[in-house]
């Protein structure tokens, strides 16, 4: 770990002032994934904003019916409020399917949002990898792939998204509202928070030097059933090989996102238009431009499958 | 005291206290977090600093060049320590990779360097400084692609032979051929690899955490160069080995060169990624097995070879040894083959040889019987022998196979087992049932012990064996108490320090049965010399019970024995040759029930049974404790755990907890251990025999069976991950 200078901001429109104004600077709120990465040197931060006394712990309904989620609301207690339960149970249970009891007691929803990939060659440092080193090139290629993406990749990275949350959230559109460093805010669907990674995988997300997520919206209930399968190799604190969310509606009509299979949450809504003719149609277009490595193309046939799977579940 | 005619009645038969469910007598001292690890090692008076590793980044080739100039000129650092600059150091007896010394890179994360500094965060950051230039060669990681040149290794036995192989094999009535794959696997203990050390002149001392107080020893004073007799080494409590602790490793060498140089107390814990690629692994297996057999089931040839690789100069795994004794057949053939491999040194994990051995011929065995149309069990059973197949004029010591698959089958409801596979449908699960048998051999080191009797009653024993989680403590405790009529409570055990008579150590599943054996030498001998300060001619007309010593009807507290001086009894336990005259093998029976997702192809288990017949059971909750860890670390084996080789780079990609998975507490639903009611007076006085490693061999394939049964799906390469099954699933929509 480097050594680092540190301050707690007292307002957000501090916070992102200060670190519009550092090079070198970066949030911290919970810590669980960027003090681990700090130890290895793959980030390396001059300068910590600590924005845990900034407020924005609050669950709170918004004038449409829809609830405004804190940025730094715990994935424990997001996962145990009342109304998330009942309205976006989506939601809840993707949270519970990820990490740990102590992690999600620590975790933040901005956080876990913007969480790094856990590609084994990003966390070596001895090994190329464009995202950690831009240039140096991609070891997962022709390596050790068997978790990596299939879909959203380039020749330069297949690191995949490792969040259970943020795909409920892409699967039940929701908006993430920030504060610029000149005061401004501005509203992200979560579709477009995170970039793809083309040839500058280092970049991961539309955020500006020093834009802070304040809060992230969900739009008002939609009812159907809620579903998350996540898929692993062990039966608890594993990363998802594939994961499913999905919100099925009477009619088969519905929403689904899938993770573990993309550098973000994947949802095409265009090819969610075949639910009602089940998972194949779904995921003919889902996976449409997939471009699997040998070791990993078995999810195409493990996403089509465990959406199957949720569709049986959700007829009941 | 030397054991070499079979054990006839002696104290430990009484079982007032050995054999008895005996919670562990070190438990409150972790539970409350007082029991001291390497790392925890504290003296309020001295001022430690730190040292922190840095590790080869290339697989093989060598230093070019080191730049040390930041790291040194960094806050808080008091010195660098480079192999390049140390040169070459004596490599210890044990190890096949040099752990520090030379210029020469033999694998990944090999330790180059140390950093000291006066804190942990200082010495980490400042050893991501050191720059070093790698003139790097092309090394060879794929054992599969090097199977062929593959050659006999030079020790051990390569091929073992009996009868006509080939000829009975080709006129077999039913034949079967298969290979299998078991990957490499990492010890994964809890606690890391971690040291203290600290000088005093030419003495040095480290805390460290060591299954084999006395190897590590003798290699740290030949590595560092220095006379064994200026070593202590101490490793009181140990969070786990599995066989990574048998061997001298980098941070208790790293310690003590750091400590040289800064003249300080220097603390080394190797981080949890160097623990796949710096330390040793099991290695990978290929394996080939072929079965002859009668139509009735009788086997009358069978055939085991395998394949495994290592650094030049290191051995194989020995993964065919079962099959030369577990069943009957008079034409028999093994070969163990050695191919040169540089990954990181492979080396003993829990059940040396047996456990990847089991993974592949239990499934063969479960193959051959389906072919066969045989049951399973009854195949095994058909197939038992009361001798040693190789060698029939050698009989086992005691053996009961038979009995732990009866009885198992009878407790796990074996009779309910479909014999179609894929036809037992619960919801989404495919469910099926599994069993394979359990073997592992009994190995008798020597054991030393000594035992103090003070004027308070109090018998304290000092033996350098070690306390893995195994529960040592407890048994050797059971042990003093039993032969000198003591309730435990007065019994005080001492572990784990160079100054105590060298014992077996923990290691083969041979440290229950040798070292409380090496205890009961020495107790022996503490009678005798009670008897004598009492003024009995002989311990034999005395009675040991209740804290006293009785005769008839005088009574005497045995404290009495003891005056200002305390009684001191040592002695050591040595074997004679009925481990040679008679096969001492440990046995048992698997079962497994499990689920397969129908649509995921995700395997979990639904509950596990294992029965073991092996000797004695010294304390029936510390070798449960061992049982149901092994079934777990089997689990594992079957389902998850394989460090994937980067085949280009040269080194085990998925090096942390994360990328490594063991499994977890809701992969682990129900398990029941039954140990038969049996003792081996061959073994040793304790007629008790291993029971840690027993566990583990053969639950693998046991899970294999039960997914095969599941889905008609056979997988011979472990892991079985999904992606092995999927593609053979049924159609879901």
Redesign the interface.
Known sequence: ???FSYERASTIEAAAKAAAGTDGAKFIAGGTNLLDLM?L?IETPTHLIDVNRLGLDRIEPTPDGGLRIGALVRNTDLAADGRIRRDYALLARALLAGASGQLRNRATTAGNLLQRT?C??F??T??PCNKRQPGSGC?AL???S?QLAVVGVSDACIANHPSDMAVAMRALDAIVETVRSDGTTRSIPIADLHRLPGDTPHIEHVLERGELITAVVLPKPVGGKHIYRK?????????A??SIAAVVMQDGTGRVAAGGIAPKPWRDEAAERGLPN???AVTAKLLANAHPTEQNA?KL??VE??L??VL?EARG | MRFDTPATTNPIDQGKVVGQRIHRIDGPLKTTGRAVYAYEWHDPNTHYVYGYVVGS??AKGRIGSMDVSAAKRA?GVLAVVTSDGIGDLKKGKYNTAKLFGGTEIQH?HQAIAVVVAETF?EA??AA?LVKVDYAEEKGVFDLEATKDTAVKPKDGEPDSAAGDFDAAFETAAVKFDQTYTTPDQSHAMMEPHASIAAWNGDELTVWTSSQMIDWWRSDLATTVGIDKEKVQIMSPFIGGGFGCKLFLRADAVLAALAAREARRPVKVALPR?FLMNNTTHRPATIQRIRIGAERDGRITAIAHESWSGDLPGGGPEVAVQQTRLLYAGANRMTATRLATLDLPEGNAMRAPGEAPGMMALEIAIDEMAERLGLDPVDFRIINDTQVDPENPERPFSHRDLVGCLRTGAERFGWQDRTKQTATRREG?WLVGMGVASAFRNNLLVPSGARVRLDREGIVTVETDMTDIGTGSYTIIAQTAAEMLGVPVDKVAVSLGDSRFPVSSGSGGQFGGNCSTAGVYAACVKLREAVAQKLGFNSPDELTFAGGEVRVGDRRMPLAQAAGDEPLVAEDRIEFGKLGETHQQSTFGAHFVEVGV?V????T?IRRMLAVCGAGRILNPITARSQVIGAMTMGVGGA??EEL?V?K??GFF????L??Y?V?????IPHQEVIFLDETDPMSSPMKAKGIAELGLCGVAAAVANAIYNATGIRVREYPI???KL??E?PE??
């Open positions: 770990m480097r050594a130890k040197e856990r084994p060659y966390y070596d001895n090994q070891a022709g390596g050790f068997r898929v692993r190799d062990r039966a608890s604190y594993a990363f090989l594939v089940g998972a194949k078995f046939a493990l499958r465990t199957s799977a049986a | 980044a290339i806050p990944y965060e980490r950051a991501a990624p989404s997702d649509a995921t192809g995700e979990r389902l998850s994937v980067d280009e780079r990609v998925n090096h942390d994360a990328g998975e499994p977890v507490h809701a992969d991950t999904l992606d999927i593609n699933l879901v929509s």
